[in-house]
């Protein structure tokens, strides 16, 4: 097989209808192809009007033909595009011309008398999802960020999202990372020379060399912390956030929802169990997505009590907490100071606790303060939300039907998150697959440290964590990632791309 040098074909603007549908070849060598297709020699990199024929010399389409010889192209091998009219019959009378020529042999125009005898383009086939980049990529015309960030641009939910990915498309991230490659090559080559220092080299040098060393780590350590930071948020905008509001019944949760979503996505009324089924709606807070999930009270009231329909939501409404990064955990102020509501939120918050995943964060929410008018009244409650047994930190309090405290919630929503709104713009876009090899560099970096702050430090232990933190960072980029991660990472394209 020739998987990865078969010239390959794929329409490669969406489907449906459009103004103009493009069919994209790439291949090692599509010169004599082309000529074939389009009956005339194409310069490079200069579009020309022609008309594309079938066998019988019918019309398919007028084209726009663009011609890139390698590796002046997208993938690094020669590219022809064909650019015609969006119509789905239209392009597939394109592809199927192609492959018709494709299977020609070449009379004119071959280089020897073998190659005359040979199919112009033998193995064409139909592009995979994302090859035309994964090409690029292996063709070393972009690197991993870069093919990422391609499919991120295209994916982009977000104004805040799409700036992120072009940032890292231009190559931000990529250079970020490679100057931290530098500098820990720079302080491999440092702690590698002082392996082959003689037993009796002099005690001051190597306590000098051993400062340094110290010192070069803690620099790297800090520059990567200061790429975690952004490459954290980078995959908030790419990935959202799940977000679970949750409490007790009739503190107000579907109103939140409908609040923050700005519509009636949820039905409210004074009925306790009002909501059963999950109901979703992804909203954005500067620019973060934000999947919110409402969910139906929990009731800790007798099972009895309960019909089969509100126990399968409380069900439900357990299920997402257990898979959310960040539950919104609602309190009703109207009843604070009744003993069984109190009773019964202890309760939940224990539960809650325990139904969590790792790094999930709650936020305790306090509503209804509409009910209250006046600042001793806000003193006193204060009060009693720090009496409470688990003291949340930085609770909100918020009305739900006036409007008060909701750009509040959504600022520590934000804060609480490790969210820098400072960062702004300069924030690239990132995966998870990046935090963890960054988290790997800092986890080896920090032992190195380690090593280096004992009295005896092995230089040889040292200089092996820096190679396994330089290997971890070198994922990112993907100069060493194995082919199980390039199929993942690209299957995730659209075809054509
Ligand atoms: N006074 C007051 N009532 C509210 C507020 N938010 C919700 N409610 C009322 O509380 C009841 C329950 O609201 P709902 O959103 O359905 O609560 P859920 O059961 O937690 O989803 C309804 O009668 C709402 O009108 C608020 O901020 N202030
Ligand atoms: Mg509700």
Excluded at 137 to 161: G, P, Q, V
Aim: charged residues 25%; proline residues 3%; aromatic residues 4%.
């Amino acid at each position: 097989m020739h998987a990865f040098t078969d010239p390959i074909i794929a329409v490669s603007t969406a489907p449906g209808r459009g103004a103009i549908g493009i069919v994209r070849i790439s291949g090692k060598d599509l010169r004599a192809f082309a000529q074939k297709l389009v009956s005339k020699s194409l310069a490079p990199r200069q579009a020309q009007f022609l008309r594309l024929k079938d066998a019988s010399q019918d019309l398919i389409d007028e084209v726009l033909a663009l011609y890139f010889q390698g590796p002046q192209s997208y993938t690094g091998e020669d590219v022809l595009e064909l650019q015609g009219h969006g119509g789905q019959q239209v392009l597939q009378r394109m592809i199927k011309r192609c492959f018709e020529v494709s299977r020609e042999t070449s009379l004119n125009g071959a280089s020897t008398p073998e190659a005359a005898n040979q199919p112009l383009l033998p193995h064409l086939r139909l592009a995979k999802p994302g090859e035309f980049t994964q090409r690029a990529y292996l063709n070393n015309k972009i690197d991993l960020l870069k093919a990422e960030s391609i499919i991120d641009l295209i994916d982009a939910s977000t104004e805040l999202a799409a700036i992120s990915a072009s940032r890292s498309l231009s190559g931000a991230f990529s250079r970020e990372v490679e100057r931290l490659l530098d500098q820990v090559t720079k302080a491999r080559v440092i702690v590698e020379a002082q392996i082959d220092f003689p037993e009796e080299e002099i005690e001051e040098l190597r306590v000098r060399e051993q400062d340094k060393t110290k010192q070069d780590i803690e620099a790297i350590i800090e520059q990567a912390q200061k790429i975690l930071a952004k490459a954290r948020q980078g995959v908030l905008l790419k990935e959202g956030l799940k977000t679970v509001i949750a409490g007790q019944p009739n503190v107000g949760k579907s109103s939140l929802m409908n609040q923050l979503c700005e519509q009636e996505v949820s039905i409210v009324t004074n009925i306790a169990g009002t909501t059963r089924d999950l109901v979703q709606q992804s909203l954005q807070i500067e620019g973060i997505p934000i999947h919110l999930i409402d969910t139906a009270g929990i009731n800790s009231k007798a099972n009895s009590q309960r019909d089969v329909v509100e126990k399968i939501g409380i069900e439900r409404a357990w299920k997402e907490m257990n898979q959310a990064q960040l539950i919104l955990f609602v309190h009703d102020l109207g009843q604070l100071k009744d003993k069984d509501y109190q009773i019964a939120e202890e309760h939940l918050n224990q539960q809650i606790q325990q139904h969590l995943s790792d790094n999930a964060l709650v936020v305790h929410v306090w509503n209804k303060i509409d009910l209250y008018d006046n600042d001793s009244t806000l003193n006193e409650i204060n009060d009693l939300i720090q009496s409470w047994e688990t003291k949340p930190n930085a609770p909100v309090l918020i009305s739900t039907q006036t409007g008060a405290g909701l750009n509040l919630l959504k600022s520590s929503i934000l804060h609480q998150l490790g969210c820098d709104l400072n960062l702004g713009e300069d924030v690239y876009i990132a995966r998870q697959r990046h935090l963890l090899s960054l988290n790997e560099m800092v986890s080896h970096l920090s032992r190195a440290h380690e090593i280096a702050c004992t009295r005896q430090m092995s230089v040889d232990l040292i200089a092996e964590e820096l190679r396994l933190s330089q290997n971890a960072l070198s994922q990112v980029t993907g100069e060493f990632s194995s082919d199980d991660l390039l199929g993942e990472i690209f299957s995730n394209f659209c075809i054509g791309k």
